[in-house]
């Protein structure tokens, strides 16, 4: 595959790509036997021919499982510089910033979550992050057309310049947090994530204007960063609809 290049495939990602960005599709392959009525009057629409090929030729195409039949070549993901995302008054979406996060399903859930609750935009590291690849897209299900994505050097060094444009920066601890449950979220706000095992680092601990806990009474079991994310975002949307 060349560098400038990704492929996605099943279905719901094809359909939501057809529907968001056709332009950024360079060809698509079909199983003889691929069936839906509504890809197909996607892919016409579009001007797209897709080449019909064997069960083994697609497999070939693209070792993964679930292929569901349909395989897309497509440009790589255009991350959004960071810049730009907290330089959107207009939107001033909240910001999620992922610290440590390497496993590309947690990172695809994550654009979908986000993607479905809507006004998100989310922040990796450059380093110990895994990118916006196509085991992401696949995960994500098409959300990747409508969560915006940046990549930053310095973990710390944006979340002071998103402070700088007026954000509060919050981040999820074990505990000794604020309940989610009872804090008052300020915004636009900021979100830290850490992985699972290894939590916030230290450094970006430092720049939190508030620490936030998940209270749990069940099992001492742990969610993973994906799980977790959907309830933390989903508390942000409550209050961020709240009228004031």
Not at 21 to 36: A, D, G, L, W
Not at 80 to 87: G, I, K, M
Not at 104 to 122: E, K, W
């Amino acid at each position: 595959m060349a560098r400038n290049t990704a492929y996605l495939y099943g279905k719901n990602s094809v359909c939501e790509r057809l529907k968001a960005n056709p332009e950024s599709i360079k060809r698509v392959c079909i199983q003889e036997n691929f069936n839906s009525p509504q890809i197909l009057q996607l892919l016409a629409a579009a001007g797209i021919t897709p080449k019909k090929v064997s069960e083994r030729e697609i497999s070939k195409l693209k070792r993964a499982d679930r292929l569901q039949g349909i395989v897309a070549e497509v440009s790589r993901f255009q991350y959004t510089l960071f810049d730009e995302l907290v330089a959107d008054t207009e939107t001033r979406p909240s910001l999620i910033f992922l610290d440590n996060i390497n496993d590309p399903h947690n990172l695809g859930s994550i654009i979908r979550i986000t993607a479905c609750l809507g006004g998100f935009g989310i922040v990796v590291p450059r380093h110990s992050s895994c990118e916006v690849n196509d085991t992401v897209m696949h995960v994500a299900s098409g959300g990747e057309n409508f969560t915006p994505v940046s990549v930053v050097s310095n973990i710390p060094n944006a979340l002071r310049k998103a402070k700088e444009a007026g954000y509060w920066i919050l981040g999820t601890v074990v505990d000794g947090g604020e309940d989610i449950r009872e804090v008052s979220i300020p915004f636009p706000a900021c979100i830290v994530l850490g992985s699972e095992v290894a939590g916030i680092r230290h450094g970006v601990e430092k720049t939190l204007d508030k620490r936030i806990t998940l209270p749990m009474q069940g099992a001492e079991l742990s969610l993973n960063v994906a799980m977790a994310s959907a309830i933390f975002c989903y508390e942000i949307v409550r209050q961020r609809q709240k009228p004031t």
